[in-house]
């Protein structure tokens, strides 16, 4: 049996505080209320409604990659 893995959204930010509502461009309405996250050492914070990562440019999770 197959199962497959959700892969959340990753966005790459240049501050550690980061705010996320749930929205997308593809579904700009419908979201989660606004919560406000704090990016630790480790370089990344995960949003506890939708699961999105936010990646510190430059920090401890960024591999080079760039948004």
Request: proline share 6%; aromatic share 8%; with cysteine.
């Amino acid at each position: 049996m197959q199962t497959d893995r959700f892969t959340p959204e990753i966005s790459f930010v240049e501050t550690p505080r980061v705010a996320c509502d749930g929205a997308s461009a593809t579904h700009p309405a419908l979201g989660h209320p606004r919560v406000y996250l704090q990016i630790d050492e480790k370089g990344y914070v995960d949003c506890g409604y939708c699961d999105k990562r936010f990646v510190l440019k430059g920090g401890a999770a960024d591999e080079g990659a760039t948004a």
